[in-house]
């Protein structure tokens, strides 16, 4: 193994990184972050080891990830028995082409996953993130009208929704600055009201007057619009919007990409529904958030429209890491603990403790909409007598705030929400809690 020091880039004419002064300043020279403004935001802050809730920065300083690293952790970083698993499989086959060809942590992971999905899920297809998890279902519903000789070409969505950032995910997410550069380039989609309490009958409406033989599907984040800022709505108004589209033969995707893996307090958020969807995209917590993986399951009359002996019907997508063996493993890992008693235990435990809490923020001045689903707790800073100019920076104001007291959050604008790994302790939660008293203080102040 040839390890290069910087004297050797040197000879090579490679540049001297020794007088860049630590890894944020290297990071600024070559690096391009996502979601981030690169001429305003501050250095990146390098972290140099994860475990457990906490992460543990190259200056010394520790944070409580209350935010699961972009909602995809969930039994903490570095988790001994999935680096384990993962460290064995990478010794035993780390890689292989999934057309032609099989290995059993896919089929495993599809064998353990079918059960603990809504019933009729039958078919697993591997794809590598989020994204792609919403865009092989979008393509499996439009291919599904096409095979059946009865194309559909309307989709319907849900106001402000987020399916990801790839052309199809942007396409049937609600227009924001997110999507606005690339508007001209986006399919066509109808959206509905998102229904929170108040606007039910607004969405039911709306839908009823969209429906048509048309709607090739209707697609939407079960019970809580996670970038869209937290929003919450009910299972039951959900199951009867299902209920509707269905009837007009729309088939119906549920993207639980960040609600999966219990979440919401169930295993699934589809699990709080009637009604069970067609597809389903699944990611982040898929693999404990230790590696990118993505699946899109199906019913078998999904499924079945596309066997045939005429070539055509085949679902031409596939990407080079599919199903890698390596992210599968994980996720297997990712399993265990997650279905282990200790786990659901502590999810509960967590749900509860949230539930305390919102009972003393809604108490509070400055602090509106408190609402809770299972281990996600989300509420509005109000900006009511803040001076605007102030208040438009309270996102920034807020995230810096919570780092300088050791918890990382990613507020949503005006939105706080804590999202944790399940295994967050009691006292760490107190700190998070105590962490978000101070703001709500500093920011009256
Ligand atoms: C994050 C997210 C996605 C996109 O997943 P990526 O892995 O970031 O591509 C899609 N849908 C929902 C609901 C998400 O929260």
Redesign the pocket.
């Known amino acids: 193994m040839e390890v290069y020091t910087n004297e050797d880039r040197n000879l090579q004419g490679l540049e001297d990184l020794t007088g860049l002064k630590d890894l944020a300043e290297r990071d600024k020279a070559v690096i391009w972050h996502p979601f981030t403004q690169m001429q305003t935001a501050p250095l990146p802050i390098p972290i140099v080891r994860g475990q457990g809730t906490l992460l543990f920065a190259e200056d010394g300083t520790t944070y409580i990830d209350a935010v699961s690293s972009?909602?995809v952790n969930t039994h903490g970083h570095s988790h001994p028995y999935i680096a384990e698993k993962v460290a064995k499989q990478l010794h035993t086959l780390e890689h292989v082409i999934f057309a032609g060809f099989t290995h059993q942590p896919a089929v495993e992971l599809a064998e353990r996953l079918l059960p603990i999905l809504p019933k009729n899920q039958k078919k697993v297809f591997f794809s590598d993130?989020?994204?792609?998890?919403?865009e092989v279902a979008l393509k499996m519903a439009f291919q599904y009208w096409h095979n059946v000789g009865k194309p559909r070409r309307k989709v319907i969505a849900l106001q402000d929704a987020?399916?990801?950032?790839?052309f199809g995910?942007m396409a049937v997410s609600g227009r924001s600055a997110f999507t606005a550069p690339y508007v001209p380039f986006l399919f066509d989609v109808e959206y509905i009201p998102t229904p929170v309490p108040g606007q039910e009958q607004a969405a039911l409406d709306q839908l009823q007057a969209l429906l048509s033989d048309d709607v090739a599907a209707f697609i939407f984040?079960p019970l809580i619009?996670?970038?869209g800022g937290m929003v919450m709505y009910k299972p039951e108004i959900l199951g009867q919007l299902i209920g509707m589209a269905r009837s007009h033969g729309a088939l119906i995707i549920a993207?639980?990409?960040?609600?999966g893996f219990s979440r919401t307090g169930k295993l699934f958020a589809s699990h709080h529904l009637s009604h069970q969807p067609d597809l389903m995209?699944l990611?982040?917590g898929l693999t404990g958030g230790t590696m990118?993986l993505?699946v899109t399951t199906c019913t078998n009359a999904i499924y079945d429209a596309f066997k045939s002996e005429d070539k055509h019907k085949t679902l031409f997508h596939g990407h080079s890491f599919t199903a890698n063996p390596l992210a599968c493993t994980a996720a297997l890992a990712s399993l265990d603990l997650l279905l282990s008693d200790e786990t659901q235990a502590s999810i509960q435990r967590i749900s509860q403790r949230h539930a305390v809490f919102a009972a003393q923020l809604s108490q509070k001045p400055g602090v509106k909409n408190v609402r809770q689903q299972g281990t996600i707790l989300a509420f509005d800073l109000d900006n009511e007598g803040q001076t605007s100019s102030y208040f438009s920076n309270i996102r920034d104001v807020a995230y810096h705030f919570l780092l300088e007291q050791g918890v990382l959050m990613r507020p949503l604008g005006n939105v706080l929400y804590i999202l944790p790994p399940y295994c967050i302790t009691d006292e760490e939660l107190t700190t998070v809690y105590s962490a978000i008293d101070k703001l709500l203080q500093h920011i009256r102040a």
Not at 129 to 134: I, L, Q, W, Y
Not at 162 to 166: A, C, F, I
């Open positions: 972009w909602w993130n989020g994204s792609t998890a919403v987020y399916h990801g950032d790839t995910a984040e619009q996670g970038a993207d639980e990409v960040m609600t995209s990611s982040k990118a993505g």
